[in-house]
């Protein structure tokens, strides 16, 4: 069974940089889907996509590692196989930026069309001083 | 970016009514398109994958369709466990988007 698990602060203060781990049990993520990805969600509101990092060279986006625009500047998304996980920061935290965050497995179907196969349970966030 | 933008914003149906949800791209996303479905409290579920493929383990009364612009997540017979939030999500381009989502209310 794929299980994904995310790990971080529950509450961090304004202008803090947060700083989020993605696991997984019984399996080694990097031998698992193609990557990982981090996506968020406000309390009450949509899924937001935040980033990607795959495991080989991307061939289809020519970018191992995507960030969504309006967040690139805030986000460094890195990996380490030898600890089984992959680590996403997001710097000059904001109140607007409390919510769920979840972590998801990338798989790829035929022709690199990618998905979120697998999602951690989510960790709230909470940025307030 | 590549706007997704799902209608309608919520719906109220039936248990047994047959329900169409819509997906429209701000562009031609060929058919790197997924469909999500989310229950309160918990993770989104993924249902469909590359436009019309189900994932394992997903009841075959969910199906999509779709191509380009326009794509169709359809639940043939609402059943009690389908009142959710279900969202599409374009993996086109290497900057990903998702819908504003489709809250499936009890009539």
């Known amino acids: 069974q794929i299980t994904l698990r995310e790990s971080g602060p529950s509450l961090v203060k304004p202008t803090q940089t947060l700083t989020l781990t993605c696991t997984s049990s019984?399996?080694?993520?990097?031998?698992?889907?193609?990557?990982v990805g981090w996506i968020r969600q406000p309390p009450g509101k949509a899924l937001e996509w935040l980033a990607l990092i795959f495991w080989n060279d991307d061939k289809r986006y020519n970018d191992d590692k995507p960030y969504s625009p309006s967040l690139r500047s805030r986000l460094t998304i890195t990996k380490d196989t030898s600890k089984n996980q992959v680590v996403l920061t997001m710097t000059n935290m904001d109140p607007v930026d409390t919510g769920t965050y979840y972590c998801?497995?990338?798989?790829?179907?035929?022709?690199?069309?990618?998905?979120?196969?697998?999602w951690g349970q989510g960790i709230l966030v909470t940025v307030s001083s | 970016d590549i706007q997704m933008t799902q209608s309608p914003s919520s719906l109220s149906a039936s248990v047994g009514d047959r329900v169409t949800i819509t997906c429209r791209a701000g562009q031609n996303i060929n058919n790197y398109l997924n469909w999500y479905q989310q229950k309160p409290g918990k993770a989104p579920k993924l249902l469909i994958y590359a436009t019309a493929n189900l994932q394992s383990g997903v009841p075959p009364r969910f199906s999509g369709t779709g191509s380009g612009i326009d794509f169709t997540l359809t639940i043939s017979s609402l059943q009690p466990e389908d009142f959710a939030t279900y969202y599409c999500q374009q993996s086109y381009s290497s900057t990903w988007t998702f819908g504003q989502g489709t809250k499936v209310e009890i009539k």
């Open positions: 998801a497995q990338i798989s790829e179907a035929s022709g690199w069309r990618h998905y979120f196969e697998y």
């Open positions: 019984g399996f080694l993520l990097h031998t698992s889907g193609v990557g």
